[in-house]
DNA sequence: TTTTTTATGATTAATTTTGATCGAATTAAA
DNA sequence: TTTAATTCGATCAAAATTAATCATAAAAAA
């Protein structure tokens, strides 16, 4: 029997049952174990299988962590508990701004229940919170399907004629030198919504604080607060320059 | 039992489930809780789950996709065949109102593949269109919950900045003596893209012919074109009003 | 034929996996 | 708030699997 008779069978077996055990094949073709080991490490060198503790395992059948990592998901648990600490700031009868993107969104489940009104340019937020409490403003324009967010010259003008208590951002990035976004549209909405409030609120996780981006469209002083799970001595420098810092551990 | 066999159990579990506990996964793979805990933070550490205090939770999409649902109940093969003649008459680069309510929402099956612009204040449309070659312009404002629509003066606002070549429309009654609404807001709505387009089509299924509703805002002068399923002699009226009337057989 | 190469099997040491235990941390309850 | 009950992470030990080493047998080359 030699090595491709031995991997024709192997891959007949791995069609059939979708995986295979050391101890089987080495009975099924009558080879030592030793021999099973080694054909399996070759095929899966050339990638015909994944190999197992103890086997083997059809292809398809393996997760794939890359293509199924959502490089994202990574950061919920810490978008999450920025966006909880940041939800016990908002107080009955606030108007609050909440801006596009993947932390933002995560703050409307803290929010559900709470008496408020939320102005809001992202499709996601306005989802989540159609069946709640709060009263929302859509902020019209045109729809940029990629982001599920409204942008554009009308956004900006609809954002201008709103005044809220607190806004709730996003940005690419933030650092002493000021504020990163990856696009003119978002920098202009999420500059635009800083404006009209009373305090504003960035929340960054911490890959997103000390970092640049494409676009640096204002200093940092149209910051009040900055929450974070950036846990660095260098966040004082951000407290010299007058910005409060809420901490959050993950 | 593999990690990778374990691991496919798990998801498995949790997109039945949504979460999951460690007791629960000892029992049903059969192996101690340690390991089901060793399980749990490898895959969480590959961002295939969100490990929580006793178990783990499906990681949610990082934005939950939008799915405004129209619940289209009656009528669905009058209103596609009406919605079906009236996309007849768009072409490319036409600027185009939709308005909200079930029947108009229809029209969206039949323009995805055109290269034109809509309008709209349906949440349902717009979600219908994300995916699609049109380009999409919400119109902002209040957001009706029920009606999943955006409303209000800012809505009335917005209309009034766009100009289109036809508009979309719906009623709740319509007859010789002029169009009927059920509520300010739709009326308001509904006026305003009217009196923004070139040319007006309604799209009423015959259980809105003929018939009167709360709120009557407007006469018949406002519609150049009605599309109906209703085949009744009568229709001669609406013509002899100057109103085209494309009947479509259902 | 002899030598060299290759494939296979046996043996053993290293690695991996699993389960158990215990103090620390977290959550729930009082 | 304090207290009790879980749950977690780390460490250790046992079992299984693997990789490495060596010896033998078969095949190929000289």
Redesign the pocket.
Known sequence: ???QK?AHKILELLEEFGEV???QL?TKI????????????AMAASGLLY??????MKISEVIKPVSFVNKAASNIKAKDAICKRAAEDVIDGDVIFIDCGSTAFRLCQFIKNKKIKVITNSLPVVNELLDSAVTINLIGGEVDVTRQAVHGITAYEHIAKYRASKAFLGVDGITVEGLYAGSEHEASNTLAMALQSDCVYMLCDASKVGKTSYLRFNDLSLVNILVTNYNNPDVTEFRTKGISVLSV?V
């Open positions: 029997m030699t090595f031995r055990e050391i101890r080495a009558d080879v030592s174990e030793v021999t099973v080991r080694r054909d399996l490490t190999r197992t503790h103890g086997g083997a551990t």
